[in-house]
């Protein structure tokens, strides 16, 4: 001990040393899981089988249809307008085009959403009605991942929660993408 120091000095230095060592051990611990869930899902995402856009009808004239995307590429459209049931089409696209969809997904957080958008009361905390519903699922070999987004959800100022605005923005992405305008026509209610 150093006598011409102030009383108490190595005391104080030395707890700060180990609090300095010790924090970013700490630290490194609390980040490694974190990393490691990236990476899985990452991996879980990279590894996609499929991905579905549904979209229903509402109290209008909104076209209700299931669009499907394979790993091979598959885009499969299945009308689900009243009267239309059983009409159908097929084509393709290259098979860059799911993975690059499920990267924009990650990306806007879709992974982090809640299964049922209507259900949250930070996304939904107030709903209108007749709108229509849009199911996005994404099939990996580790899990079904379907979020299901009510367009009637706003908040009290009726506006859009930004995730949602990603969310949607995202919907009308995979029907861009995949030219589902060439098969959807509006819902004819009698």
Same mark, same amino acid.
């Given at each position: 001990?150093?006598?011409?120091?102030?009383?108490?000095?190595?005391?104080?230095?030395?707890?700060?040393?180990?609090?300095?060592?010790?924090?970013?051990?700490?630290?490194?611990?609390?980040?490694?899981?974190?990393?490691?869930?990236?990476?899985?899902?990452?991996?879980?995402?990279?590894?996609?089988?499929?991905?579905?856009?549904?979209?229903?009808?509402?109290?209008?004239?909104? @076209?209700?249809?299931?669009?499907?995307?394979?790993?091979?590429?598959?885009?499969?459209?299945?009308?689900?307008?009243?009267?239309?049931?059983?009409?159908?089409?097929?084509?393709?696209?290259?098979?860059?085009?799911?993975?690059?969809?499920?990267?924009?997904?990650?990306?806007?957080?879709?992974?982090?959403?809640?299964?049922?958008?209507?259900?949250?009361?930070?996304?939904?905390?107030?709903?209108?009605?007749?709108?229509?519903?849009?199911?996005?699922?994404?099939?990996?070999?580790?899990?079904?991942?379907?979020?299901?987004?009510?367009?009637?959800?706003?908040?009290?100022?009726?506006?859009?929660? @930004?995730?949602?605005?990603?969310?949607?923005?995202?919907?009308?992405?995979?029907?861009?993408?995949?030219?589902?305008?060439?098969?959807?026509?509006?819902?004819?209610?009698?």
């Amino acid at each position: 001990m150093n006598p011409k120091a102030p009383a108490g000095t190595r005391m104080f230095r030395r707890p700060l040393l180990i609090a300095g060592a010790t924090i970013p051990l700490v630290l490194l611990g609390c980040a490694t899981p974190a990393a490691k869930t990236d990476t899985e899902k990452a991996t879980s995402t990279a590894a996609a089988d499929s991905i579905v856009l549904e979209r229903s009808i509402c109290y209008g004239t909104c @076209p209700a249809y299931r669009l499907r995307l394979s790993r091979a590429g598959e885009i499969r459209f299945d009308s689900r307008n009243p009267g239309e049931e059983g009409r159908t089409a097929v084509d393709t696209v290259t098979a860059t085009t799911l993975p690059t969809l499920v990267s924009r997904a990650r990306s806007i957080g879709f992974f982090d959403l809640p299964p049922k958008i209507q259900g949250d009361s930070v996304l939904c905390p107030t709903t209108r009605t007749d709108a229509p519903t849009v199911v996005v699922t994404i099939f990996t070999k580790d899990e079904t991942r379907p979020v299901q987004d009510y367009h009637g959800c706003v908040n009290v100022e009726h506006k859009v929660a @930004p995730q949602l605005e990603r969310l949607r923005a995202f919907e009308i992405e995979i029907d861009s993408v995949l030219r589902s305008s060439r098969w959807v026509r509006p819902a004819n209610r009698r």
